[in-house]
Nanobody, 123 residues
Framework: VQLQASGGGLVQAGGSLRLSCAASGRTFSSYAMGWFRQTPGKEREFVAAINWGASNTYYADSVKGRFTISRDNAKNTVYLQMNSLKPEDTAVYYC?????????????????WGQGTQVTVSS
């Protein structure tokens, strides 16, 4: 699976952004998808994950109620709608894929990553 993340940018606190992650290669609909983020000097952290059928989602406590993960299997794309953004959401955001949604709640051992897209939230 090849992943291409996009949609990052500069936004003021309280604003919104929607990230996209386009997949190609193996059957996208058979993979759970996740979003992670990383700031300099810190470990990559889990943000959100969605299973292949979009019936299950998981979120980090820090983004619950503000971020929404979704997917369109017809377009081989997963999205992360980010609302009420805060300066502490500033990071490089990465998408990842795995057959199991439970594996996607940690960045360890994942084989498929997108290249990352920068999100900067100004105060």
């Amino acid at each position: 699976v090849q992943l291409q993340a996009s949609g990052g940018g500069l936004v003021q606190a309280g604003g919104s952004l929607r990230l996209s992650c386009a997949a190609s290669g193996r059957t996208f609909s058979s993979y759970a998808m996740g979003w992670f983020r990383q700031t300099p000097g810190k470990e990559r952290e889990f943000v959100a994950a969605i299973n292949w059928g979009a019936s299950n989602t998981y979120y980090a406590d820090s983004v619950k109620g503000r971020f929404t993960i979704s997917r369109d299997n017809a377009k081989n794309t997963v999205y992360l709608q980010m609302n009420s953004l805060k300066p502490e959401d500033t990071a490089v955001y990465y998408c990842a894929a795995d057959p199991s949604i439970m594996v996607l709640t940690t960045p360890l051992g994942l084989d498929y990553w997108g290249q990352g897209t920068q999100v900067t939230v100004s105060s």
